[in-house]
């Protein structure tokens, strides 16, 4: 018979794996979805983060002052409703007495497995929203789909204007020239943005790479070059180099971040833009959102502890169990602060 004790000294060897694993997984160079990812905790079964519209803007009156206007602010508001994820194994525990320890190993890499994937889980929630970001039921809090040709700036206002936060036609190839030209319609894009009046600049700046393993090296070689050959007047014989990291560097473009997430996306050839803003508060909502209403935990039901419950109907069964479950969502955030930048039209 499998005493108890026994049980619960693997258990207790089983949880320190676990934090041990999720310590090495919080800090691999691979997480990258926090870079453009706000994490909300929330308590709430219904979450609704709202924020007013900043659509105030100063008018001249003229040397007489008169005829005043008065402004009608607006708020936005987008719910978010927390989703259960979880996955568990069962076992007989004859199979986990076996004298070989194939129940033992087989209990300890399921625990390795499932914690790897509760840490990669939001990685992956935020990567699925970045591919289906065009679809139109991706719609994100101004009702138009996440990665759009017509987003408004002023959702109750059609007349402050509209603008895309996808960017056609900008490949990163082995050409530098090319790369440098796309780079540079990306950031005079970006750099266009406006503040939800339509008026004032976001002063918006790209602040980091986000692409695939194919376009990943070309993206790197663009923004790590030194110098970059030119031609003279059109033609083709060289006409002296460009310092290629000083442009780069002045775009404000950071990091490259390689997303193997995006390798069979679009063939590969597409990549995002994060951009923000100097002088923006660091809790401000970023391009995309993480609720968590209840972190991953693992329970452990041993068919030992009696009652009416989850351990009776294991324990008339000669069955252990463990389950692994988290409460959270991920979702759209600003539309501004994520671009898509496509090689083709």
Known sequence: MLASSFLFDVESRWRLMQTQQYAALAAAQNQWWSKCTKVIPTGSRREILAWVQETARLESRGPLGGGMGFEEMTMIEAEFIPEFVSRGLKMRKAQFEDLDGN??????????QITAQAAYWPQRSIANLLKIGHAATSLGYDGVPYFSDSHPYDKFNAGAGFYSNIIPSVPLTSDLDVGLASLSTVFATIGAIMQSNGFDPRFLKPQAILCSPTVFPHAAQITKAQYIAMTAGGATTAGGSADMAGI??????????????????????????????????????AGFVYLEREPFQIRYYTGSGGGDGVDAILGRSNELEWQAEGRNIAGYGHPFAVFKCTAGA
Not at 103 to 112: D, E, L, P, V, Y
Not at 252 to 276: D, H, K, N, Q, R
């Open 103 to 112: 129940g033992i190993a087989t209990g300890t890499s399921w625990i390795k």
């Open 248 to 285: 780069v560097a002045t775009m404000g473009y950071g990091e490259v971040v390689m997303v193997p997430e995006l390798a069979t996306f679009e063939s590969g050839t597409t990549y995002f833009v994060i951009a923000g803003a100097d002088g923006v508060p660091a809790d401000e909502l």
